[in-house]
Nanobody
Framework: QVRLVESGGGLVQAGGSLRLSCAASGRTFSTYTVGWFRQAPGKEREFVARISARGFVTYYTDSVKGRFTISRDNAKNTAYLQMNNLKPEDTAVYYC???????????????WGQGTQATVSS
């Protein structure tokens, strides 16, 4: 069992940065792939980025490549999403998720956090 809690959201102007954190409970966090997803009002939840269990492999959706960086510190049971050069279209609730398979599909993840709101003003 893994419990995930996101933090770090907020309101920033376009071009600004936010760093989201995903704190996990449970001793097995280091065995899970961590994914970040987001959901904007009126839209479906979409994949943003993922990182392998030991942090060696990362993958990003095209719209955030070069702007977002996913990382993790298994000693701290925490994953991060550094978001730079934010755009208004990045406005969404951001969720972290943990699963045993490497996937961009939300259904492949077993555990989810409650989400944190990131709002980018123009």
């Amino acid at each position: 069992q893994v419990r995930l809690v996101e933090s770090g959201g907020g309101l920033v102007q376009a071009g600004g940065s936010l760093r989201l954190s995903c704190a996990a409970s449970g001793r097995t966090f280091s065995t899970y792939t961590v994914g970040w997803f987001r959901q904007a009002p009126g839209k479906e939840r979409e994949f943003v980025a993922r990182i392998s269990a030991r942090g060696f492999v990362t993958y990003y959706t095209d719209s955030v490549k070069g702007r977002f960086t996913i990382s993790r510190d298994n000693a701290k049971n925490t994953a991060y999403l550094q978001m730079n050069n934010l755009k208004p279209e990045d406005t969404a609730v951001y969720y972290c998720a943990a699963g045993l398979s490497s996937s961009n599909y939300a259904g492949a993840y077993d555990y989810w956090g409650q989400g944190t709101q990131a709002t980018v003003s123009s």
